[in-house]
Every structure is written in structure tokens, then in C-alpha cells.
């Protein structure tokens, strides 16, 4: 049922039901906000949205306050906007005054509300925070004397991610955001997705930085810094640098890194492919053999800790094949460094992840053989625009180039890993012509593509009908998992990613993307795969070649070895 409600001296449209603020965005209309989060019930907690509606005496929240037939509402008037810019002043009254060193300056939503409510001196004076930095995580820094409480980290680790790991703790003044028994996140049940950094208006939460021991590598003669990059990386980076959501500038990126004195340039949708060749195999003998269904993707690190975590009971399910990254650092070690007749101890590698879990990943015990990690240093799709603009590269005058060769070429099904339903196409397309002999006709599988957060599809591959499952966010993966283990049995393989939407939405994405860039990523990627020849993994001739010249079979010996993993039950101390 639609209405008409006043804005501002305006008619516009409102639907029954809708709060006042999902109709003043519907109609072009903004109010600020710093605890809302779409598509989540609102808390109204940081009361930034206020409007003055007539008849009411005090200000009310629109982000939770229901429309009606008739309201008639001021966004901007002079007492609301008094409001707003005193919630700001309080918030800046204990607030550190570092925005120089901080990590969000000029990317701050506190900072930028300030800016837009002309906040230009300190009128309300506060004892500052002195709440110590949580350095523990291998993947995240948090910085409490930052937080606003404004909850978004909270919620999103709890609603979207079935994790938990931190909360508010104490009350009134006192009140902070704070792991259990502030405690450090190491300890913790975060699984190290990223999402918190995602939604955090401030500097409270950010990635822990590898900058200098790269910088180092990279000015060391004696070693072969090699950099990696993940399928998501080419099609986001450009946003950082102010261009349109889901333009692809691989090839300027592959100039930028080697102007930066990176050796050696590869793209780890090759490692996808070689991810696909392994999985599929496995997928294919478990089937066959009666292995331990279904089968789940083991590509995201996010989701890996959580199962061995929270899901220890489906350990056996996940498949052991590494990630596209580690395997991409053990062939670096192995296969690239016999060709070129290198010890694996001289190269130092480098991947370019859109996640922050790839850096907890890099730095597991598994991911180490005789003293060498697969990866020995991680950079987010956001600190690796930091470090172009630190060496001082006009990203956009570059003329493009290629990767290097042979760990830099790929089929499109490798790039179409970075969005959600990506691994499942590429894998369907594989196993289909492993276990039929013929080529999948429509390699387009649209049941899997799509942003739901979970998508089903019945495939059909020769006799057998193989029931599939994609999952965004680790809450969708708990519910799933659940119905399996209350005896559901018509899912044969399911992929898991930590992050709504998948890779284009990783915790090492730009900050602040809205769901129209994670359209237009997701349509870039399906762009590249309508385009490009090889749209298969098995064909892919450097594929072909790495079995043929290195690793032999899939699942075989050296393969079990170089690029398959194993996992371990975690508790949760706290």
C-alpha cells in the first residue's frame, strides 16, 4: 500500500511498513547514520538519523520509526541538525586526536560528519581513551580507543557471521566493544573475515599491515620477491584509485607491481584452476568411492577456521585441497624455482588477497614445509593501493602488461573464483567433462550466480544428479550445516565463503562499497568469462603442463604433497 508522506515541505511516496528512512532513500533523500546497517533490524542507537516530525515533541530516529499516512517530517531543520552535530561533539570528546596517523584518515565516516556539520572547534571536553591496542591477531589490529560504539562490528560478526567474538562489555560511560574477558582476538573465536573492518565508521579496526618486511624483501638483492594476486584484485583495485566499480586493470596493475620491484608477476587464478583440477578429482572420487559427503569447498580461511571451530563434525567433509593461494606459494617454491634454478629459501613471496584471513591462512603451521611457508607475507586489495601510491606510480598513465608466464595464465573459470557461486561453476564445468568425457554446452550455470547469500541447483552430469549448494556468510553456512546433520542427504557439494557475495566482498576490499559496485564487480567478472576461450579449467595449457612435466596426476603423490592440506579442531578459550 503506498502513501503520501511531507519532506521537508515535499510530497513523496512511502509504502506501508517501510521506516522513514528506507523511504527517504528510496526517493534520492539522505539522512546520516552511523549504527545502521541495511537489511538488519535497527537498534536506533546512535541516534545520528533524527528527524523532526510535527506533532511529536522530541526528535525521532527514521531508521526506526515507521511511516504513516500524512507524516509530515524536517530532515534538516535547525534543531535537528543542533542535534547532530552535538551527538559528533560528544563522540569527538574522548576521542584520540590522531586522525594524522590514523589508519581511516580522509576514509572516516566520524570524520567526515564532522566535516559535513562544520564541527570546528572542541566545545565539549572529555577524559581521552586510553584503551591499549589489540596487536594479537594475525590478521587484525584493534584499536578500542576509537570506538564509538556504534555496534556495526558487533552485529556482523554475530547476524551475518554466527561468530561472536566480540560484544559489548560493562555498562553506562563504561561501556566498550571488547572481546571476552579483554582478552586478544588470537584467543578469540574470530575466524578473521574481515567484515568488522567492513562496517567500522573509524579507525577502530584495521588490518595488520606486512608493508616493512616487504619493503625489505623488495630492496634485498639477494632474494626473488615473487607476487601473487587474487581473481577479485583486478576488478576492485580501480575503485581505490576513484575509477568505476568493476573496471578491470590487470594489465596496468601487473606494470604498477613491477614498478614497485616486484621480480616476478603471476596471477593466482592460475592456482584456481590448479585448485579446480584437484577438487574436482576429489569431488569425482568421493562420489565414487563412497568418500564423506558432501563435499565442501576449502578455498575461504575464514570458513576453515570456523568449521574447526564450530563445525569439527564436518572436518571430514571439507576438502583438503589448500587454497588457491598456498598452492600458488608451493608451486612458487617448488615447480618455479626448479625452473629457474633457484633455492625456494631465496624467494620471499607475496600475495594480494581481497581477504584478511589469507594472512592468518599464510602463517599456519600446515601451510610450512622444512621451515619454508607456502606465502611468507599478505597484502589486501586496500594496502596494496596504499603501497602504489607510496612509490609514487600514476596507476592510470601505465601502459598494461601481462603476467608472467607460465604461473600467470588461466582460464576464465579461475577468474570467476572472486564471486559467490564462482568455485562451484568453475568445479561443475571440470567434473562434468571428467566423468562424462564432453564438454558442458552452456558453461553458464545461472542457478550459482547471483548475491544471495544461499542458492541451490539440482545438476545433472551423465547419470548422476548432483545436488549443489553456495553459501555467502557463515550464518547461512551454520543454518545449512545444521539441516544436513538433522538428516538432510540431497547435497552432494557445497562452497562456503566467509564474506557476503564472496571474494569481491572480502575484509580487504575498499571500505564503504555499497551493493551496486558488488554488481558491477560481479558482472565484470561474468563479462571476462563470456569473453575469454578457455572457459575451463582443464584447459588451460598451463595446466596441462604443470601435470605433464611436474606433478602428475591429480591426487596424486606429489600433488597430495605440494597442494593438500590437513585440518585440526580448535577450542574456543573464550
Same mark, same amino acid.
Given at each position: 500500500?503506498?502513501?503520501t508522506?511531507?519532506?521537508?515541505n515535499?510530497?513523496i511516496? %512511502?509504502?506501508?511498513?517501510?521506516?522513514?528512512?528506507?523511504?527517504?532513500?528510496r526517493?534520492?533523500?539522505?539522512?546520516? $547514520?552511523?549504527?545502521?546497517?541495511?537489511?538488519?533490524?535497527?537498534?536506533?542507537?546512535? +541516534?545520528?538519523?533524527?528527524?523532526?516530525?510535527?506533532?511529536?515533541?522530541?526528535?525521532?530516529?527514521?531508521?526506526?520509526?515507521?511511516?504513516?499516512?500524512g507524516?509530515?517530517?524536517?530532515?534538516?531543520?535547525?534543531?535537528?541538525?543542533?542535534?547532530?552535530?552535538?551527538?559528533?561533539?560528544?563522540?569527538?570528546?574522548?576521542?584520540?586526536?590522531?586522525?594524522?596517523?590514523?589508519?581511516?584518515?580522509?576514509?572516516?565516516?566520524?570524520?567526515?560528519?564532522?566535516?559535513?556539520?562544520?564541527?570546528?572547534?572542541?566545545?565539549?571536553?572529555?577524559?581521552?581513551?586510553?584503551?591499549?591496542?589489540?596487536?594479537?591477531?594475525?590478521?587484525?589490529?584493534r584499536?578500542?580507543?576509537?570506538?564509538?560504539?556504534?555496534?556495526?562490528?558487533?552485529?556482523?560478526?554475530?547476524?551475518?557471521?554466527?561468530?561472536?567474538?566480540?560484544d559489548?562489555?560493562?555498562?553506562?560511560?563504561? /561501556?566498550?566493544?571488547?572481546?571476552?574477558?579483554?582478552?586478544?582476538?588470537?584467543?578469540?573465536?574470530?575466524?578473521?573475515?574481515?567484515?568488522?573492518i567492513?562496517?567500522?565508521?573509524?579507525? %577502530?579496526?584495521?588490518?595488520k599491515?606486512?608493508?616493512?618486511?616487504?619493503?625489505?624483501?623488495?630492496?634485498?638483492?639477494a632474494?626473488?620477491?615473487?607476487?601473487?594476486? %587474487?581473481?577479485? *584484485?583486478?576488478?576492485?583495485?580501480?575503485? &581505490?584509485?576513484?575509477?568505476?566499480p568493476g573496471?578491470?586493470?590487470?594489465?596496468?596493475?601487473?606494470?604498477?607491481? +613491477?614498478?614497485?620491484?616486484?621480480?616476478?608477476?603471476f596471477? #593466482?587464478?592460475?592456482?584456481?584452476?590448479?585448485?579446480?583440477?584437484?577438487?574436482? %578429482?576429489?569431488? *569425482?572420487?568421493?562420489i565414487?568411492?563412497?568418500?564423506?559427503l558432501?563435499?565442501? #569447498?576449502?578455498?575461504?580461511?575464514?570458513?576453515?577456521?570456523?568449521?574447526?571451530?564450530?563445525?569439527?563434525?564436518?572436518?571430514?567433509?571439507?576438502?583438503?585441497?589448500?587454497?588457491?593461494?598456498?598452492?600458488?606459494?608451493a608451486?612458487?617454491?617448488?615447480?618455479?624455482?626448479?625452473?629457474?634454478?633457484?633455492?625456494?629459501?631465496?624467494?620471499?613471496s607475496?600475495?594480494?588477497?581481497?581477504?584478511?584471513?589469507?594472512?592468518?591462512?599464510?602463517?599456519?603451521?600446515?601451510? =610450512? =614445509?622444512?621451515? *619454508?611457508?607456502?606465502?611468507?607475507?599478505?597484502?589486501? /586489495?586496500?594496502?596494496?593501493?596504499?603501497?602504489?601510491?607510496?612509490?609514487?606510480?600514476?596507476? &592510470?598513465s601505465?601502459?598494461p602488461?601481462?603476467?608472467?608466464?607460465?604461473?600467470?595464465?588461466?582460464?576464465?573459470?579461475?577468474?570467476?573464483?572472486? =564471486?559467490?557461486?564462482?568455485?562451484?561453476?568453475?568445479a561443475?564445468? $571440470?567434473?562434468?567433462?571428467?566423468?562424462?568425457?564432453?564438454e558442458?554446452?552452456?558453461?553458464?550455470i545461472?542457478?550459482v550466480?547471483?548475491?544471495? +547469500?544461499?542458492?541451490e541447483?539440482?545438476?545433472?552430469?551423465?547419470d548422476?544428479?548432483i545436488?549443489?549448494?553456495?553459501?555467502?556468510?557463515?550464518k547461512?553456512? &551454520?543454518?545449512?550445516?545444521?539441516?544436513?546433520?538433522?538428516?538432510?542427504?540431497?547435497?552432494?557439494?557445497?562452497?562456503?565463503?566467509?564474506?557476503?557475495?564472496?571474494?569481491?566482498n572480502?575484509?580487504?576490499?575498499?571500505?564503504? $562499497?555499497e551493493?551496486?559496485?558488488?554488481?558491477?564487480?560481479?558482472?565484470?567478472?561474468?563479462?571476462?568469462?563470456?569473453?575469454?576461450?578457455?572457459k575451463?579449467?582443464?584447459?588451460?595449457?598451463?595446466?596441462? &603442463?604443470?601435470?605433464?612435466?611436474?606433478?602428475?596426476?591429480?591426487?596424486g603423490?606429489?600433488?597430495?604433497?605440494?597442494?593438500? $592440506? =590437513?585440518?585440526?579442531?580448535r577450542?574456543?578459550?573464550?
Open positions: 500500500m503506498n502513501f508522506i511531507e519532506v521537508n515535499k510530497q511516496k %512511502a509504502q506501508k511498513g517501510e521506516t522513514i528512512l528506507s523511504a527517504l532513500n526517493n534520492g533523500m539522505t539522512v546520516p $547514520t552511523l549504527c545502521h546497517m541495511k537489511d538488519l533490524f535497527p537498534s536506533g542507537a546512535c +541516534r545520528m538519523c533524527v528527524v523532526e516530525m510535527e506533532g511529536a515533541r522530541n526528535l525521532i530516529t527514521a531508521c526506526s520509526y515507521p511511516v504513516y499516512d507524516m509530515k517530517i524536517k530532515t534538516h531543520s535547525d534543531r535537528v541538525v543542533k542535534a547532530r552535530k552535538t551527538i559528533v561533539e560528544l563522540l569527538l570528546s574522548n576521542h584520540p586526536d590522531d586522525c594524522l596517523y590514523c589508519e581511516r584518515n580522509k576514509n572516516c565516516e566520524l570524520q567526515s560528519l564532522s566535516e559535513e556539520l562544520n564541527v570546528r572547534e572542541r566545545r565539549i571536553s572529555g577524559n581521552k581513551n586510553t584503551h591499549k591496542l589489540d596487536l594479537s591477531s594475525p590478521s587484525i589490529v584499536d578500542p580507543a576509537k570506538c564509538i560504539l556504534c555496534g556495526r562490528c558487533v552485529r556482523v560478526c554475530e547476524e551475518i557471521e554466527g561468530v561472536s567474538a566480540i559489548f562489555v560493562g555498562r553506562g560511560s563504561n /561501556t566498550i566493544v571488547n572481546t571476552a574477558y579483554n582478552k586478544g582476538l588470537n584467543i578469540s573465536s574470530c575466524v578473521n573475515c574481515g567484515q568488522c567492513m562496517v567500522c565508521p573509524t579507525g %577502530a579496526l584495521t588490518e599491515a606486512h608493508f616493512g618486511e616487504i619493503h625489505t624483501a623488495i630492496n634485498n638483492p632474494k626473488k620477491v615473487v607476487i601473487q594476486y %587474487a581473481p577479485a *584484485i583486478s576488478i576492485t583495485l580501480a575503485e &581505490e584509485f576513484g575509477l568505476k573496471k578491470n586493470i590487470i594489465g596496468k596493475m601487473n606494470a604498477a607491481l +613491477r614498478k614497485i620491484g616486484f621480480d616476478v608477476v596471477d #593466482t587464478s592460475f592456482s584456481a584452476d590448479l585448485t579446480i583440477i584437484e577438487e574436482s %578429482a576429489e569431488l *569425482i572420487q568421493r565414487q568411492n563412497g568418500g564423506k558432501p563435499m565442501i #569447498t576449502s578455498c575461504c580461511p575464514g570458513w576453515v577456521k570456523y568449521a574447526e571451530q564450530f563445525k569439527q563434525d564436518f572436518l571430514e567433509n571439507v576438502s583438503t585441497c589448500k587454497s588457491p593461494q598456498q598452492m600458488m606459494g608451486v612458487i617454491n617448488t615447480y618455479y624455482a626448479e625452473m629457474e634454478g633457484l633455492k625456494s629459501e631465496d624467494i620471499y607475496v600475495a594480494v588477497m581481497p581477504c584478511t584471513a589469507k594472512k592468518f591462512e599464510q602463517q599456519r603451521d600446515e601451510m =610450512t =614445509t622444512k621451515g *619454508i611457508t607456502d606465502v611468507d607475507a599478505v597484502l589486501t /586489495t586496500r594496502e596494496l593501493a596504499k603501497l602504489i601510491r607510496l612509490y609514487g606510480i600514476d596507476i &592510470e601505465l601502459e602488461e601481462l603476467a608472467d608466464s607460465p604461473l600467470g595464465t588461466r582460464s576464465s573459470a579461475g577468474k570467476i573464483f572472486a =564471486t559467490s557461486g564462482g568455485v562451484m561453476e568453475a561443475i564445468r $571440470t567434473a562434468y567433462f571428467k566423468i562424462t568425457g564432453k558442458l554446452l552452456k558453461f553458464k545461472p542457478q550466480r547471483g548475491l544471495e +547469500r544461499r542458492k541447483a539440482k545438476i545433472q552430469i551423465g548422476l544428479e545436488g549443489v549448494a553456495v553459501v555467502s556468510g557463515l547461512q553456512a &551454520e543454518i545449512l550445516l545444521d539441516e544436513i546433520a538433522e538428516g538432510r542427504d540431497d547435497i552432494h557439494f557445497i562452497e562456503v565463503m566467509a564474506c557476503p557475495g564472496g571474494c569481491l572480502g575484509g580487504g576490499q575498499p571500505i564503504g $562499497t551493493d551496486k559496485a558488488l554488481i558491477a564487480r560481479m558482472k565484470a567478472l561474468y563479462e571476462i568469462d563470456d569473453k575469454e576461450s578457455i575451463v579449467s582443464h584447459k588451460n595449457p598451463s595446466i596441462v &603442463e604443470i601435470y605433464d612435466k611436474f606433478l602428475g596426476e591429480p591426487l603423490h606429489k600433488s597430495h604433497e605440494l597442494l593438500h $592440506t =590437513t585440518y585440526q579442531k577450542n574456543v578459550l573464550l
